[in-house]
């Protein structure tokens, strides 16, 4: 005898349950006796049906097959209602043949069928007739589904192996036989299955299970994890973050978890934590010193044992003899705090590589990377973060899914940031990073909000812009003068910092741009720079011409790691290039000190009077008297500029203090004495934008504005924390048009377009594709992207950094927040779930919309993946479940629209002929096979034909004795390209199932 478990593997001689009723029937046709069988399921029979279907149907063939008697039991709520819904549901897995041999068997009275009411049906009862003579009588955990039959873990055995024994179950199914019901609201079974399902071209679901139906389709069982949130305190959105942080995890070995500023991301690792311990798996964190004790108080709340798991502080993984073998194999989670600070430097910096030894040290634990800005100004720091944990079997399944080529793709992009680049970043940030914002977080989960924060709302912060310009003089002076002054500059000490002499012209544009934006910053903080400037040209002269040097003054104005680099060159250069060097480096001395003079006219007449951008902030902060505030500035010069200033003035005077990277100050103390009370307005750099918290802020001032929206999130996140979501002001000062010549640098200057994207940054370019302001930003749209510049500031000082970065990112899965409600709302269990068959028609259910407005979701099937159009909304119920004819057409016309959408940016290629004759040339040109590669079949996009032709052209220069090899790589190179032809794309391409949402 054979164990029937559906070869668990868990002993040798194992079996499926549905070998069982191939040996029946294969002895009944063998033998020529007649097979009669008798089951008693629950309400999953035509699942079952559907897998023994071609073997009874030979059975019939040959004239053998008896009659089957089915009871179907309800495992819910016993009611006919139920059991008719669920009838529909269990039969629409059939196809149109199945059904058309049910219906026969059902004519011929070969098959019949009752529904068990009165209560919970939980038996499971096969018994074989051969000859009227029964043979056999299997009971156990099986149901008869696909997964009973031959997938999960069951355990059926043969009973009654004695006549009397067999003749108790046969009275016992016959008892159940006379109390089931073979009619349902006056339809007979088989009524319901041609009527509902074949005569219709979609089938419908209640709304429960429907949405079971997308779970299971959207592969969300992440969103049913086992573990006791509710003893973090975790709110919704941090549950949610937890469910999808922890599916990424799993999937690819590594999750980012981006939430907003003050939003809990401690909690929700805390949390992570906390579950890979319950597996028996120990964490270790990285994290900030100054973050350490809020980070065991976190943990120590959420019942995290910190004995258990190990925290070391970023410090440690600076040192160049880090004691890697203590880290070794020891944790199955690595979470790293702020983890933007590891992103690749040149050369890689020591707590990169460290953190990348111990990821492999620790193969197979997952990392948890949690950073509020996971992009700063270039996609590349996102692929840096991917590459931490793209690993071992996680890098081959990113190979295997195509991530690998897409990330690929959007490093060839980096240089020209278009629409396409777009597209691949956010495609990555939807597959990796997890992050909720404060705007979203308020819309979504208000209630949540308020019972954490003891019934306040969140509030939008107000966004106030704050125009500055400065007096005839002063424009006269400097503003009209700058521009032609940072032309004229050499730089020449930026032209050695590597250790040879390079005239890179993008470095320069570099730091002239950063020269005028200390002087948008404060005039103060552009005197300083010019002071410095001549300081550092001054030390290069005395060198040049053989005086004594003071070392320590070379190190204080190029710093420790680049003085002795500059030296070298120095020493290297020949006679003629050392005259040049040092023509250009009086003339950039020259110019500082002319420049100069202009602030000594200033400061004859008192500078004070002209500067009417600190006038406007000190009138700001009197109208905001007693509030406390955050003044920020990029700047030390201009931190340290307000300060002086500032704390001159009678009522301010014991109120302020400052922080900055030099300060050297206790950065926790000064926190707590604001926070308690001891000062009320800080001016700081971005020194004070992270890891801090600063909840008694009312006031967030931007005294010079980054383009960077993140950063402004995070300087303003200071203020707001989830447990004081209190109304913040922010204000924002930005130069007048009159005195921003930003724009006319860039022209006068000729700055190319991807210098401008450098200073800007990413945001800058994202925002003008998606905003459709400009299609591709590049040389030829250079007019286009100078102008949006100053449109682009005007943005950043006028709405919420929260507002303006939304549309930029997809942060966050709205239908996991709409499928954790319909869980809680229908309690669908995760065995529901699983126990959703593959229906053979599109599903569909019907909902009240929550917008009043009248609209379609559809879950479609597109290259193996599913896809979705359309909003997924909750809804609420109603009655109807009848579609029109034009809700049909319209069903057709929207997956049609879908369809020819891909259609498109595949067919394009018909007007790329030329570019295909030149690949099929240059193949024939290197004897390699362009038919076994499908190259006319085959559909590219721009760049993967650029790249394609790149490659075949590289293989022409090659050496002979290196063309094999390389061209080994071309081939597999185009292989490797899973692009579709449209024909394969109509294969693919399938719709699942939709909701009508009605108004």
């Known amino acids: 005898m054979k164990l029937v478990d559906n070869l668990a593997g868990v002993i040798e001689g194992e079996e499926a349950v549905i070998d069982v009723f191939k040996r029946h029937i294969s002895d009944a046709i063998k033998n020529k006796k007649k097979l009669d069988i008798d089951i008693a399921v629950g309400f999953f029979f035509f699942e079952g049906f559907r897998e023994v279907s071609p073997f009874l149907k030979e059975l019939y063939k040959n004239g053998k097959l008896g009659k089957i008697k089915v009871i179907m039991g309800m495992e819910t709520t016993p009611s006919t209602k139920d059991a008719l819904l669920s009838l529909q549901r269990d039969v629409s897995v059939l196809d149109d043949e199945d059904i058309k041999f049910l219906k026969e068997l059902y004519e011929n009275k070969k098959i019949e069928f009752r529904v068990y009411l009165d209560r919970r049906f939980h038996v499971k009862l096969y018994m074989f007739y051969k000859n009227d003579t029964i043979v056999e009588v299997w009971v156990g955990s099986a149901n008869f589904t696909r997964g009973g039959l031959k997938e999960n873990i069951e355990l059926i055995a043969p009973t009654g192996t004695d006549e009397y024994s067999r003749m108790i179950y046969k009275e016992f199914f016959e008892e159940l036989w006379k109390n089931s019901s073979d009619r349902l609201e006056d339809l007979k079974v088989i009524d319901v299955i041609v009527k509902e399902v074949g005569e219709k071209p979609f089938i419908y679901l209640d709304p429960k299970t429907f949405f079971a139906f997308l779970l299971n389709k959207l592969n969300k069982y992440y969103l049913f994890e086992n573990i006791e949130l509710e003893e973090a305190q975790a709110l919704e959105f941090q549950k949610i973050s937890f469910f999808a942080s922890l599916d990424i995890l799993n999937n690819y070995g590594g999750c980012i978890l981006s939430n907003s500023v003050g939003t809990g991301k401690t909690v929700i690792a805390a949390t992570i934590v906390k579950y890979f311990n319950s597996i028996g798996k120990k964490a270790l964190m990285i994290i900030k010193p100054a973050s350490t004790d809020f980070w ?94 793209s690993r071992g079997k996680y890098k081959t ?164 790691d680049r003085y002795e680099p500059i030296l070298n060159c120095l020493n290297k250069m020949n006679s003629d290039q050392r005259k040049k060097v040092v023509k250009n480096i009086e003339s950039d001395i020259d110019l500082c000190n002319n420049m100069l003079k202009k602030f000594d006219e200033l400061e004859e007449k008192g500078i004070e009077n002209f500067d009417t951008k600190l006038k406007n902030l000190i009138e700001l902060i009197r109208r905001n008297k007693g509030k406390p505030m955050l003044i920020f500035s990029s700047y030390i010069a201009t931190v340290n500029y307000l300060y002086k200033k500032l704390s001159k003035l009678k009522e301010i005077k014991e109120k302020i203090n400052f922080i900055h990277g030099l300060a050297k100050k206790d950065k926790e103390k000064f926190v707590n004495d604001f926070e ?11 020194v004070l934008s992270e890891a801090v918290n600063l909840p008694r802020a009312k006031i967030v001032i931007n005294y010079d504005l980054p383009y960077n929206p993140v950063r402004l999130i995070q300087r303003d996140g200071r203020a707001i924390r989830i447990t004081n979501p209190k109304k913040v002001e922010i204000f924002n000062f930005i130069p007048k048009a009159e005195i921003d010549k930003e724009l006319e640098i860039y022209k006068k200057l000729n700055m190319r377009v991807n210098n401008i994207l450098t200073f800007i940054g990413l945001d800058f370019a994202m925002w003008a594709i998606e905003e459709n302001k400009i299609k591709q930003v590049n040389e030829e749209h250079r007019k286009k992207v100078i102008e949006l510049v100053r449109e682009y500031k005007e943005k950043l000082s006028q709405e919420s950094p929260e507002k303006l970065i939304k549309h930029l990112i997809p942060t966050w899965s709205k239908e996991d927040v709409v499928l954790r409600k319909a869980i809680e709302k229908f309690l ?22 929550e917008n009043g407005k009248e609209f379609f979701y559809l879950c479609f099937q597109r290259d193996k993946k599913v896809e979705q159009l359309g909003e997924l909304q909750l809804g609420s119920l109603i009655k109807a479940k009848q579609l029109s004819e034009d809700d049909i057409k319209r069903i057709y016309s929207l997956v049609e629209e879908s369809f020819l959408e891909k259609k498109k940016e595949l067919l394009y290629a018909e007007i790329e002929e030329s570019k295909i004759r030149k690949i099929i040339q240059l193949c024939k040109k290197l004897k390699i096979d362009y038919e076994k590669l499908r190259i006319r079949e085959k559909i590219y996009t721009e760049s993967e034909y650029k790249s394609i032709l790149n490659k075949l052209e590289e293989l022409e220069k090659v050496a002979p004795w290196e063309e094999e090899e390389k061209k080994r790589e071309v081939i597999s190179f185009i292989e490797s390209m899973s692009i579709q032809s449209v024909e394969e794309l109509e294969k693919g391409y399938r719709l699942l199932g939709f909701i009508k949402y009605v108004a």
Request: charged letters at 30%; hydrophobic letters at 40%; proline letters at 2%.
């Open 676 to 686: 308690n009370g001891k000062f009320d307005i800080i001016i700081a750099t971005d």
């Open 397 to 560: 399944k990113m190979d295997e899914e195509g991530i690998t080529k897409k990330i690929r793709e959007l490093i060839r992009k980096l240089d020209n940031i278009d629409k396409e680049a777009v597209e691949l970043l956010k495609e990555l940030q939807q597959k990796f990073v997890i992050r909720f914002d404060w705007h979203s977080i308020s819309e979504l989960f208000a209630e949540d909000i308020k019972k954490i924060s003891g019934g306040l709302i969140f509030e939008e912060p107000a966004v106030n812009e704050n125009e500055y310009t400065y007096p005839t003089l002063v424009k006269t002076l400097i503003f009209d003068k700058v521009v032609d002054f940072l032309k004229k500059l050499n730089y020449e000490y930026a032209k050695m910092w590597e250790g040879s002499y390079v005239e890179d012209k993008n470095l320069i544009f570099w730091y002239k741009w950063i020269l005028y934006k200390r002087l948008e910053s404060s005039l103060y903080a552009f005197k300083v720079s010019l002071e410095t400037m001549i300081k550092r040209n001054e030390l290069l002269l005395n060198f040049m011409s053989g005086k004594s040097y003071d070392k320590k003054e070379l190190i204080k104005y190029f710093g420790e």
């Open 296 to 389: 065991k108080s976190i943990l120590k709340e959420c019942g995290v044992s910190l004995s258990y798991n190990e925290i070391i502080s970023i410090g440690k993984l600076h040192q160049a003899n880090f004691d890697l073998e203590s880290y070794s194999n020891k944790f199955g989670l690595i979470v790293v705090d702020e983890s933007h600070n590891y992103r690749v430097s040149k050369p890689k910096s020591n707590r990169r590589k460290n953190l990348e030894n111990i990821c492999i040290k620790n193969e197979d634990a997952k990392v948890l990377l949690i950073t509020a800005t996971p992009i700063n100004l270039s996609p590349k720091d996102l692929i840096d973060l991917i590459s931490i944990f």
């Open 828 to 849: 669908i269990t995760e065995d529901l779930v699983k126990s959703i068959g593959v229906y053979k028609k599109p599903v569909y259910t019907i909902l009240k919309s």
